[in-house]
């Protein structure tokens, strides 16, 4: 007989938040359903989103913060609403989320974490994100049985490391993944084009990010000073909204870009597939390590739409330099500007062969599938303390 859990995850973002925590969670949760395992979602209650729903076989329980400062929850009620797992899955960091250790402890309950980047705020916010890591944060990630950075290469670099020094045996790596059934490489409705007035001659620079505060590091202003030093047939399209997309804005307007550079703000996930295809390359400029991975660097690959990324530990392990994208110094400008010219001086047939290179890679190692898998077995390990056999994984495969 085949053993199934009965798992949550807490997470202080979900859909349909556009973030790349939410989203992991969410894809994460519906492998696991698609395995026949009962999930539960805990996370932040949102304006105009019923408290409990099903999503995709998914249980959401979105409850009411007490106190919230940005995308900071306290949760309080996770104190009795943990009950009755098999493994809590708790993604971090999450300031306010440390209240999950405590309800796991008090049942004694295998946490996973994955760890998904480390804070970089300035100021007061700065100084008290610092001190919850090292306190709070600290006695959180010591608990888990599991602790899952997106990449081993992010693990050996991030600041959190040097607090898990005596704790080096819970620590591994699971990727994020992509859906590599809705981003695919196809034909592009020539509305978009129209949409931005996009000519034959013309290139397109996609960045899919969300432009406020919390997400500061994405490194638009260095993507607009780069785009002002390459001819005026390359063209900008934004995907995304929030609080800095004003500054963003007039940036554009001082630079002389306002005719080059186009804000979609929000888009719906059908017409996000088509502007990976529109697009020429895909960019993220990051200039922190609060970039950990990207989630879009994926999506683009897998519409076989080469990409630039800033070389920041764990993202590099995403893009292979040359082969489906390039990489590039994070926060410089002119090492984005060549970058850029470079891939648009390549022939149209060489920069094809690098999207679908890209295409091949994600459906061989990232596909969500293949991380649910593996997130399945990780479970098994936790619960099980030992490999779940491949027998029962093919039984439960034949699940889905």
């Not at 979900?14 to 894809?27: A, E």
């Not at 913060?65 to 996770?78: D, E, F, H, I, T």
């Not at 050996?156 to 591994?172: G, H, P």
């Not at 994405?218 to 005026?232: E, F, R």
Request: proline share 5%.
């Amino acid at each position: 007989m085949v053993m199934l859990m009965r798992v949550a995850h807490v997470t202080a973002t979900f859909p349909p938040y556009r973030g790349g925590t939410g989203n992991v969670c969410f894809y994460n949760a519906r492998e696991l359903v698609r395995r026949g395992h009962e999930v539960h979602v805990f996370t932040a209650a949102a304006p105009d989103m019923p408290r409990e729903e099903e999503m995709a076989g998914i249980q959401v329980h979105r409850l009411r913060p007490l106190v919230r400062v940005g995308n900071a929850p306290v949760l309080p009620q996770l104190l009795w609403q943990l009950d009755d797992f098999d493994v809590v899955h708790l993604h971090y960091p999450f300031f306010g989320g440390e209240i999950t250790t405590l309800a796991v402890k008090m049942r004694r309950t295998p946490m996973v974490i994955t760890y998904h980047q480390d804070v970089h705020l300035e100021g007061g916010m700065g100084l008290l994100a610092e001190g919850l890591t090292h306190t709070l944060g600290r006695w959180t990630l010591r608990s888990a049985r599991r602790l899952l950075f997106t990449s081993a290469d992010y693990g050996r670099v991030s600041a959190i490391r040097r607090l898990l020094q005596e704790s080096e045996s819970i620590i591994d790596a699971l990727p994020n993944g992509v859906d590599v059934h809705r981003f695919t490489p196809g034909e592009l409705s020539p509305a978009l084009r129209q949409q931005y007035g996009v000519n034959p001659e013309d290139r397109v620079v996609l960045l899919v990010a969300a432009l406020d505060s919390a997400h500061y590091f994405k490194g638009v202003p260095v993507l607009l000073d780069a785009l002002a030093q390459l001819p005026k047939q390359v063209k900008a399209v934004l995907v995304g909204d929030g609080d800095l997309r004003t500054t963003y804005e007039d940036q554009t307007r001082a630079l002389g870009l306002a005719n080059r550079v186009f804000f979609a703000g929000r888009v719906s996930e059908e017409s996000l597939v088509d502007h990976y295809r529109l697009a020429d390359v895909t960019v993220l400029p990051s200039i922190t390590m609060g970039e950990a991975f990207g989630l879009v660097l994926l999506e683009s690959l897998a519409c076989a739409t080469p990409v630039i990324a800033s070389n920041l530990p764990g993202v590099r392990t995403v893009v292979d330099d040359g082969i489906d994208g390039f990489l590039s110094k994070p926060g410089d400008v002119e090492a984005l500007s060549i970058a850029l010219q470079k891939m648009f001086d390549m022939p149209d047939e060489r920069r094809q062969a690098m999207g679908l290179a890209g295409r091949r890679k994600v459906e061989e190692q990232y596909a969500w599938e293949r991380i649910g898998e593996l997130l399945g077995e990780i479970y098994w390990q936790v619960v099980g303390k030992k490999a779940m056999p491949q027998s029962e994984l093919k039984r439960i495969s034949d699940l889905i």
